[in-house]
């Protein structure tokens, strides 16, 4: 078995974003309006794993997708979701980092070069484990969103 080695994102200022799906929406559009004010390109994040993704629905039942489609379908449904929420904001710079990675690895490695952290709140009493992470170990400023309601 050989092993993979996972390059994670790099990047020079700029807004980042950590998005799992729709739940993350109201951090996105959150996202786009900071980057927007703040006149910097915008990164949409999608950590994956293979127990967190969702299956390609192009894979028959009973098989498993390799992982070049996961990351495939994932960078597609991140890219169609950020570019949805975009509104008036057509013009900003935005680039999408799909990344095998745990939660919140990738957002804490790219929060060292980024003006601002967003993330979505779990929506329950507390913040969320990963939102936890991202507050307590960010080099940037971080501002955790409650999802819509």
């Known amino acids: 078995m050989g092993t993979r080695t996972v390059e994670l994102p790099r990047i020079v200022g700029g807004v980042v974003v950590g998005v799992d799906g729709l739940k993350s929406a109201r951090a996105l559009r959150t996202a786009i309006e900071e980057a927007d004010r703040r006149g910097c390109a915008l990164h949409v994040v999608r950590e994956w794993t293979l127990r967190t993704a969702p299956r390609p629905p192009s894979c028959p039942p009973g098989s498993v997708p390799a992982l070049s489609e996961y990351e495939t379908w994932l960078a597609e449904v991140t890219d169609k979701l950020a570019r949805k929420q975009l509104g008036e904001n057509q013009n900003l710079e935005i680039h999408v980092h799909v990344v095998h990675v745990r939660s919140p690895e990738a957002l804490l490695a790219m929060s060292e070069a980024a003006e601002l952290l967003v993330i979505s709140h ?5 913040p969320g484990p990963v939102a936890d992470q991202c507050v307590r170990g ?10 819509d309601p």
């Open 122 to 126: 779990s929506g329950g009493r507390s």
């Open 138 to 147: 960010a080099k940037c400023p971080v501002l955790v969103v409650r999802p």
